[in-house]
């Protein structure tokens, strides 16, 4: 991607601390995909100590996780500091305080995790990877914190997501108006370049569908979904133009609806157990001798 395509961290946070109190009305999908990768997950056979869901907005996949391993302690990062908030208010109260398995919280971004070196034993991610620039910064960062032997599992957007959208704005203006998202292949080949072992994707369309064109964009606000690339047009859309768009996009209704297309990519993969071998400028390799017992 150009760097006009990139996204800007700073409005992707703003974005989404605003929208907190508004996500679980409007997040359908989220939920959706979630409950699709957990039923992926109960087909592994793992028993993480320490769990990360990286980017866990309101904390509606950590509940499933706890539930999944209870005798696991689960880490909740997010981008978004208004996130984490509604995540705890909604485990307030008696019961939560006394919760000794209440999740730790964490706010950071997932291509810098405040996170010490194989600390932990799985990483969920659902919908997060979407908003980075360099996923490879990601995948590397993923890689550092897992243990050998540690399972990586996400759920990101491919190019086709929102394609109506997409060629309605292209027929305005040249502007970026909807954010730009990465193939499926690049993903896995990045995986495999960051050092994971026997990586596993697929791919599926899901479409959601509207009476009209406001509902829709007012679901992507209310998740924090806006585009936030560093090309995109500042100011309001003036009338004729937001008219013009409207009536591009109905080109594309079909049984008197408006779809809305997302391309949503899986991937699962797993950190090696031991570590490549590190080749010298000469070509040689470098050769690790560890005592019995030290990992």
Same mark, same amino acid.
């Given at each position: 991607?150009?760097?006009?395509?990139?996204?800007?961290?700073?409005?992707?946070?703003?974005?989404?601390?605003?929208?907190?109190?508004?996500?679980?009305?409007?997040?359908?999908?989220?939920?959706?995909?979630?409950?699709?990768?957990?039923?992926?997950?109960?087909?592994?056979?793992?028993?993480?100590?320490?769990?990360?869901?990286?980017?866990?907005?309101?904390?509606?996949?950590?509940?499933?996780?706890?539930?999944?391993?209870?005798?696991?302690?689960?880490?909740?990062?997010?981008?978004?500091?208004? !996130?984490?908030?509604?995540?705890?208010?909604?485990?307030?109260?008696?019961?939560?305080?006394?919760?000794?398995?209440?999740?730790?919280?964490?706010?950071?971004?997932?291509?810098?995790?405040?996170?010490?070196?194989?600390?932990?034993?799985?990483? +969920?991610? &659902?919908?997060?990877?979407? +908003?980075? &620039?360099?996923?490879?910064?990601?995948?590397?960062?993923?890689?550092?914190?897992?243990?050998?032997?540690?399972?990586?599992?996400?759920?990101?957007?491919?190019?086709?997501?929102?394609?109506?959208?997409?060629?309605? =704005?292209?027929?305005?203006?040249?502007?970026?108006?909807?954010?730009? =998202?990465?193939? !499926?292949?690049?993903?896995?080949?990045?995986?495999? &370049?960051?050092?994971?072992?026997?990586?596993?994707?697929?791919?599926?369309?899901?479409?959601?569908?509207?009476?009209?064109?406001?509902?829709?964009?007012?679901?992507?606000?209310?998740?924090?979904?806006?585009?936030?690339?560093?090309?995109?047009? &500042?100011?309001?859309?003036?009338?004729?133009? +937001?008219?013009?768009?409207?009536?591009?996009?109905?080109?594309?209704?079909?049984?008197?609806?408006?779809?809305?297309?997302?391309?949503?990519?899986?991937?699962?993969? +797993?950190?090696?157990?031991?570590?490549?071998?590190?080749?010298?400028?000469?070509?040689?390799?470098?050769?690790?001798?560890?005592?019995?017992?030290?990992?």
């Amino acid at each position: 991607m150009t760097e006009a395509f990139y996204t800007d961290k700073t409005a992707v946070r703003a974005a989404f601390d605003k929208a907190a109190t508004t996500y679980d009305a409007a997040a359908f999908l989220q939920r959706e995909i979630a409950q699709r990768m957990g039923e992926r997950l109960q087909y592994i056979r793992v028993q993480p100590e320490r769990v990360l869901d990286a980017g866990c907005g309101t904390g509606y996949a950590s509940a499933m996780l706890r539930e999944r391993y209870p005798q696991s302690r689960l880490l909740e990062l997010d981008l978004a500091p208004g !996130m984490l908030r509604v995540a705890r208010d909604q485990r307030s109260g008696l019961k939560a305080l006394f919760d000794r398995r209440k999740p730790l919280q964490l706010c950071g971004d997932i291509e810098a995790l405040p996170l010490a070196t194989g600390s932990v034993d799985l990483i +969920w991610s &659902n919908l997060a990877l979407q +908003w980075c &620039n360099t996923p490879d910064a990601a995948f590397k960062e993923f890689l550092r914190v897992l243990k050998p032997g540690g399972l990586l599992m996400f759920s990101t957007l491919g190019p086709d997501t929102l394609k109506e959208l997409r060629a309605a =704005f292209a027929d305005v203006d040249g502007a970026t108006h909807v954010n730009h =998202f990465i193939d !499926m292949h690049d993903l896995g080949d990045a995986l495999v &370049n960051s050092g994971f072992a026997t990586p596993v994707m697929d791919m599926e369309y899901i479409t959601l569908t509207y009476p009209e064109l406001k509902p829709l964009l007012a679901d992507l606000k209310g998740i924090g979904a806006q585009n936030a690339t560093l090309g995109r047009r &500042n100011g309001l859309m003036g009338k004729s133009t +937001w008219q013009r768009m409207v009536a591009s996009y109905e080109r594309f209704r079909r049984d008197g609806e408006l779809p809305a297309t997302y391309e949503v990519v899986y991937g699962h993969a +797993w950190k090696p157990e031991t570590a490549p071998a590190q080749k010298r400028a000469d070509g040689s390799q470098v050769i690790e001798f560890r005592p019995r017992g030290q990992a």
